[in-house]
């Protein structure tokens, strides 16, 4: 779809009102297992579907066995997050065979992609519903009560679901997701987001604060504000920076960043995803000025050479990320810094491979999420560029980013021993009972001997030990 096709497809979603089967809450005697793939995004999607079909009586489970209706919130930015949820579907088709009345549907990414063939060819779905269809969910299930198979995957420029107050899946939870922009503008070339996601759009800045408001009064002391481009977030402005409305104020990511940190001091606030081409100066300083910022940003790279990241449509040259990175270290003192990185993207010669390598030598990250390049259908790079790097070169490409990124994660984490660090407790450690974990401000899981602490305590620890993925430590 190009973007022609694609602003056609949205503006298509104005003409049909959606009507919402509004309940009371009260129950319909019917269980719903939601699984959830991908990004933050989807995890945080998922509870605002929670919210939705449990206000028409939906009860949610955490044992699939006892469901009445699954959904799989899915994704596509990698083809083996699809084939993932292709295989869960064929799971579930055994479940269906032996009842009628089990429902499967698929929300999220995958929807707009597949609708056809998981639906008509293969039959694995009863239901598709993209990202900014679910205050339909509830007559699309209502649809499949009368035997039919219910579509929508009508893209909107302006659902938010700002108005829901998401289900949060862990109850007593600590930390939670705040969505405040839905949607890519950017236009990377390799990335299929912008088409299943749709045209950003920014939430209103009150209900953020609310919603982050009502979660400290829960007993949640962490909440991350979620966007594709949190930088980008901007409230009553256009894209061109105009006001929409003279007499309303304008609110950028700054401004909001500012609100959000006022609501507690001890409410955390971390944000993802930035963008090295949005992020300013401003935020950062923002940053520094609260405490309760945490001193964290993951800034995605995905190459670092300059001609790459013009295929790639990133809007920012090596150098310019380098001045990026020298804008956090200089406004913000030991701030953690994460990246994505994909190897083995069209054309990248083993020259601009280096390039890649010689800027982790540089910038050292803390930590990296990587990957190797997966075509993705419709996407600018699909159609421009010849997917040409052999599989075994993109591999090998990829080895060598992780371990040196293995190498720099640990260098890290040494840096960290003899420190003493503000820790949020999450609960126990994966590894032992005796043990309990939480997170520093630079996003490092840190393990500490469990003592009389509880969830949502703030406590101080000393590191003593460490590996490239945990901090070890004892409470001072
Ligand atoms: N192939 C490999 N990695 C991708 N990403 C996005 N699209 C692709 C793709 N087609 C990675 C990018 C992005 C992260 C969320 O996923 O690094 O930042
Ligand atoms: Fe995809 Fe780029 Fe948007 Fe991120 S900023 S979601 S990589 S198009």
Redesign the pocket.
Known sequence: MNEETLNKVIDESKQGEVTILKGNGASNGKKLYIESYG?QMNFSDSEVVASILTETGYETTRDVNEANIVLINTCS??ENAETRVRNRLVEFKGKKAKDPEFVVGILGCMAERLKKSLLEEEKLVDIVAGPDAYRDLPNLIEEVGTGQKAVNVLLSRDETYADITPVRMDKGGVTAFVTITRGCDNMCS??VVPFTRGRERSRDPQTIVKECRDLFDMGYREVTLLGQNVDSYRWNMTSKGEIKDVSKPTVNFAQLMEMVAKVNPDLRVRFSTSHPKDMTDDFLKVMAKYENVCEYIHL?V?SGNTEVLQRMNRGYSREWYLERIDAINRIVPDCAIST?I?SGFCDETEEEHRDTLSLMDEIKYDFA?M????E?PKTLAERRFDDNVPEETKKKRLTQIIDKQMEHSLESHQRQIGKIKKVLVEGPSKRSEEYFCGRDGRNSMVVFPKGDFKKGDYIMVKIKECTSATLLGEVV
């Open positions: 990004c930015i990698r390799f990335c995605p995905q994505d994909i999420y990957f190797k390049y997966s993705r």
